[in-house]
């Protein structure tokens, strides 16, 4: 007997249902309704790119582990896209003359990666992309911080469970260099240690510093930054392009009235091209969601790799597996239901092509419709509507063809009126 093939999806993927879906958009229109609001333009890039393009990210561990490539019948190296920012950098250093800046360019699609599969993270995950390009201040930051609160705005998310946490590249650079003091190589070592220090906690933390070779005063200067706060970095301020950057930020952001923002030292971000700000959104009225909420930075020197001037930028992601386990938490997912809006039980098949024209002109009107396509007991018609939460069932037969009327019977409070399609349309679309 031949073995059966297996119904689950590939490990790490999910299948999704059209309940699922009506989720799943719920959140992808307001990333992308927001995003308009702001002035933001969408684009999209292939799904497939040659491998070298992330391979040209040196240290990235993306590249080097969790990349899905294979060389295709025509022997190219190509990968199956893991994150989105190489391949902006790639299509804007494509026409970089042919572009007015400053771009506003969003997306939402399809990455994968392969990685151990747990909770807010799997091998296929969507994700939204937003960024600006041509603006070297700090006001790019401050319009990113702007979207993201006005979309947390949108999802009715209470203040008191998120938070954006700050931190620059440049103030790193000064622990590294001005303070330990360490080689090109311990500075990787040290930035993934801090990376990790919120899982690690204090005591493992302090082990791998020892591991790495740091003497007890090089240990005690990394947990002396780590208790860092705005005031710390006004002392060093002239020495520090990065402690001046946050400073000048977080200014403006009081100007702005924007809350639910702090500096947190310990933000590193695991990928090399960051060059400034960096930034990460928390989950801290509940311990459900672990694993940052959106992540991102400032990185002018990306479109360098491909042989062009630097170019001022400023983005983040926002992955849709941990959006979705936040807002399930805090019970803000609203009761989604089909966007059919009516449904056309059909009695006899010498109905149909009135049923059907009939379906036809409210479609025309901009109502989704739904019509029964063949001729079955109508208490099992009804529950099939029921069981859609189609919210209007219009019931015509031969007396209501003969009337020229309908019935019109609203599927949540059981009411039923004889009317005209007029009535109808005018009811359904109230």
């Known amino acids: 007997m031949e073995n059966k093939l297996s119904t689950s999806p590939y490990k790490g993927t999910t299948d999704t249902y059209p309940q699922d879906m009506l989720n799943r958009n719920y959140m992808f229109d307001v990333w992308s309704s927001v995003a308009r609001r702001f002035g933001f333009e969408e684009y999209d890039t292939p799904l497939i790119e040659e491998t070298a393009l992330y391979v040209a ?25 893991p994150e989105m920012t190489p391949s902006l950098a790639r299509i804007i ?34 994700q939204l992309n937003v960024d600006i390009f041509g603006i070297p201040t700090l006001e790019a930051e401050l319009e990113i911080f702007q ?95 990065g402690a001046t950057q946050l400073i000048e930020l977080f200014a403006k952001t009081e100007e702005l009235g924007l809350t639910n923002i702090r500096f947190e030292p310990s933000i ?19 311990k459900e969601n672990p694993r940052a909420l959106l992540g991102g930075g400032r990185y002018d020197d990306l479109l360098t790799i491909f042989g062009e001037e630097k170019l001022p930028a400023f983005g983040f992601a926002w992955g849709d597996i941990i959006l979705e386990d936040y807002l399930r938490t805090y019970d803000l997912l609203p009761t989604l239901r089909t966007e059919t809006k009516v449904f056309l039980p059909l009695f006899d098949t010498k109905l149909y092509t009135y049923i059907q024209k009939i379906a036809r002109d409210l479609r025309t009107k901009g109502i989704n419709t739904e019509t029964q396509l063949t001729a ?55």
């Open 147 to 241: 979207y993201i609160f006005a979309v947390m705005e949108e999802f009715k998310a209470l203040k008191e469970t998120y938070e954006l946490r700050v931190n620059n590249r440049y103030l790193l650079n000064y622990l590294f260099e001005e303070i330990l003091k360490l080689s090109e190589e311990k500075k990787a070592k040290v930035g993934r240690a801090i990376d990790n220090y919120s899982k690690l906690g204090k005591e493992a933390f302090i082990e791998y510093l020892k591991e790495l070779e740091l003497n007890d005063k090089q240990v005690s200067s990394v947990l002396e930054f780590l208790t860092w706060t705005l005031e710390d970095l006004k002392k060093i301020a002239d020495k520090s392009e």
């Open 376 to 430: 079955i007991k109508f208490g099992n018609q009804l529950k099939y509507a029921s069981k859609k939460n189609i919210p209007w069932v219009m019931i015509i037969g031969e007396d209501e063809i003969n009337a020229k009327k309908v019935q019109l019977k609203n599927m949540e409070t059981g009411e039923q009126n004889l009317v005209t399609l007029e009535e109808a349309i005018e009811a359904i679309k109230s």
């Open 57 to 81: 990210k040196s240290g990235d561990e993306i590249a080097s582990t969790q990349l899905y490539n294979f060389v295709d019948k025509g022997g190219r190296d190509i990968a199956i896209r």
């Open 93 to 126: 250093a494509a026409k970089k003359n042919e572009l007015t800046l400053p771009l506003k360019w969003f997306n939402i699609g399809k990455y994968y990666r392969y990685e151990k599969p747990q909770k807010g993270r799997r091998r296929e995950f969507v």
């Open 268 to 286: 590193m971000r695991g990928l090399l091209y960051y060059t400034g700000t960096v930034i990460e959104m928390f989950d801290i009225g509940s």
